[in-house]
C-alpha cells in the first residue's frame, strides 16, 4: 500500500530483457535502504526488489502483463522514474491509498503555465464497462499519475486536468512529461469500491 507520495526520481541505469520479462535497474538515493523482497513503487506501479547492487543500485523485474498495461516498457536508460516505498502503519497518509496497481496510460495533450504552477491535461481511452467499476475521474477527487497523488480539476468523461506546483516538478518526472508523454494512472480505490458496490445494489 502507498500514498501517492513520491520520494525519489531515480534514474534509469540498465534495461535488461529475459523472454517476456524486463529487468529494470535504477540508481536512487535511498537504495542502501532497500532489501530483497521489498515493495517499492515506480511511476505507480508496485514491483519487488530482486537484486541489490553497489553504488545505490537495484533491480526490479516487471513481467508482460505490467509491460503492457503501463508505460514501463517504454523505458530508456537515463530516464526518471518516480519512487515510493511502501506506507508504514504508524505514519500519516499524506496523498491518499494508492495500491500500486495500474489501470491505464494516458497521454499527455496540453501544458499550460499557471503564474507559478504548471496545469497537464491527460487524456485515456474511455470505455463504458470500466466506468461502471470506477475508472474514472471527479471533480477535486484523488488521481495517481505516475505514482503522483495528485487533485483533478477540469474532470471530463475521458480527460482532466491537474495542477503541478514547482516542488513536484523539481522532485519527480513531471519535469520531462510534456505533450505526448504516455503516463500510468491509477484511478481511486474508494471510488472504485463505491461504483462496484451501487452497481451490486442495482441488480437487486
Wanted: with cysteine; net charge negative; glycine share 8%.
Amino acid at each position: 500500500m502507498f500514498s501517492g507520495i513520491v520520494e525519489d526520481a531515480a534514474r534509469v541505469v540498465e534495461l535488461r530483457p529475459e523472454r517476456d520479462n524486463l529487468h529494470i535497474t535504477l540508481e536512487c538515493g535511498f537504495a542502501d535502504e532497500l532489501h530483497i523482497d521489498q515493495s517499492v513503487a515506480h511511476n505507480g506501479v508496485c514491483l519487488t526488489v530482486v537484486e541489490l547492487r553497489p553504488d545505490r543500485r537495484y533491480t526490479v523485474t516487471a513481467i508482460r502483463e505490467t509491460l503492457d498495461r503501463s508505460n514501463l516498457g517504454d523505458l530508456k536508460v537515463g530516464d526518471l522514474v518516480n519512487l515510493e516505498r511502501s506506507m508504514k502503519i504508524d505514519g500519516r497518509l499524506d496523498g491518499h491509498i494508492v495500491q500500486g496497481h495500474v489501470d491505464c496510460t494516458a497521454i499527455c495533450t496540453a501544458t499550460e503555465d499557471a503564474e507559478g504552477s504548471t496545469y497537464f491535461t491527460f487524456k485515456y481511452d474511455f470505455r463504458p464497462e470500466l466506468a461502471r467499476q470506477g475508472y474514472v475521474t471527479v471533480e477535486k477527487g484523488s488521481i495517481t499519475v505516475n505514482g503522483v497523488s495528485l487533485t483533478v480539476c477540469d474532470s471530463d468523461r475521458d480527460s482532466f486536468r491537474v495542477a503541478i506546483i514547482p516542488y513536484t516538478m523539481e522532485h519527480t518526472n513531471f519535469r520531462d512529461i510534456k505533450p505526448g508523454t504516455k503516463v500510468n494512472l491509477e484511478f481511486d480505490i474508494v471510488g472504485k469500491y463505491i461504483a462496484r458496490t451501487s452497481g451490486l445494489l442495482s441488480e437487486k
